[in-house]
C-alpha cells in the first residue's frame, strides 16, 4: 500500500497564476480532506470530500479555491489567481469511512511558494 | 466556535526523561482525539489517540490520558529518545453543520538533549 500520494511535492507559480495540487488516497479509502499549513502553524481544515461529492468546504476561502474528487483520478485542490498569501504546505489526507471519527492518513504535502 | 489549545509551544527535554504535552478543547461533544508527530520537511504521522469511551491509552512509551469533565487531553512521552525529537499536534473532532471536523491545536516543538 503506497499510502497517501500528492504531487507536486514543491510548486512554484507567479502571481496571478494558477495552481493545480493533486491528491490520491490510500488504497480503499473513499474519503479525502485538505489542510493548509502555514509556516510554525498548525493545521487548518479546508474541505472534506467524497468521490463526486463535496460534503463540507467550510474552510475553504470562497474565492478562488475549488476542489473536486472525481469519480476516476485523483482528488485536485485548484487555487486560482495566486497571491503571496496563498504560500503554504497544503496537506491531503484520507480516511476508510465517512466522518473525522475514522483516523486520517496524511500525504507528504505539496509546497506551494507564489512569487 | 471549536477551539484547541496546545502547551507548551516548545518542550526541551534531556534524553531519558519524559515530557507532557497538554490540549484543552472547547466542545463538550467532541469525541475523537488524535494526536500527530511532524518532522522538519515530513508529513504529519499518526502516533496514538483515544476516544471519549476511555480516560487513557498506551502504547509502548506513548501514552494519552483524556479528562472530559475538565475537556483536556495529555501526551505522554517516557524514556525520551533524540528521534523524538519534532513537532507534536493535538486535535479534537468537533461536529459542525453535520459533519464532523478535526481541529488541530497550533503544535509543540519537542527538542530531546541527548
Known amino acids: 500500500n503506497a499510502g497517501v500520494m500528492q504531487n507536486p511535492r514543491h510548486l512554484v507559480r507567479r502571481r496571478g497564476q494558477e495552481a493545480r495540487l493533486r491528491c490520491s488516497p490510500m488504497?480503499?479509502?473513499?474519503?479525502v480532506y485538505w489542510y493548509r499549513q502555514l509556516p510554525e502553524e498548525g493545521l487548518k481544515f479546508m474541505v472534506y470530500l467524497q468521490k463526486e461529492n463535496i460534503i463540507d468546504e467550510s474552510g475553504m476561502p470562497k474565492e478562488r479555491f475549488s476542489a473536486e474528487f472525481p469519480k476516476e483520478g485523483p482528488s485536485i485542490l485548484r487555487i486560482q489567481q495566486v497571491v503571496r498569501g496563498d504560500s503554504a504546505a497544503y496537506f491531503c489526507?484520507?480516511?476508510?469511512?465517512?466522518?473525522?471519527?475514522?483516523?486520517?492518513?496524511f500525504g507528504p504535502g505539496t509546497r506551494l511558494t507564489v512569487l | 466556535g471549536e477551539n484547541v489549545e496546545q502547551h507548551p509551544s516548545t518542550l526541551s527535554v534531556q534524553e531519558g526523561d519524559s515530557a507532557v504535552i497538554k490540549c484543552t478543547y472547547s466542545d463538550s461533544a467532541s469525541n475523537y482525539f488524535p494526536w500527530y508527530k511532524q518532522e522538519l520537511g515530513k508529513r504529519p504521522q499518526l502516533i496514538i489517540d483515544i476516544r471519549s469511551n476511555v480516560g487513557e491509552k498506551k502504547d509502548q512509551r506513548i501514552a494519552v490520558t483524556l479528562n472530559k469533565t475538565a475537556k483536556h487531553f495529555s501526551l505522554h512521552i517516557t524514556e525520551t529518545q533524540p528521534e523524538d525529537s519534532a513537532v507534536y499536534f493535538c486535535?479534537?473532532?468537533?461536529?459542525?453543520?453535520?459533519?464532523?471536523?478535526?481541529?488541530f491545536g497550533t503544535g509543540t516543538r519537542l527538542t530531546i538533549i541527548p
Open positions: 489526507a484520507s480516511s476508510f469511512r465517512r466522518g473525522i471519527t475514522d483516523t486520517q492518513y
Open positions: 486535535a479534537a473532532s468537533f461536529l459542525t453543520g453535520g459533519n464532523e471536523k478535526l481541529t
Open positions: 488504497k480503499g479509502h473513499s474519503h
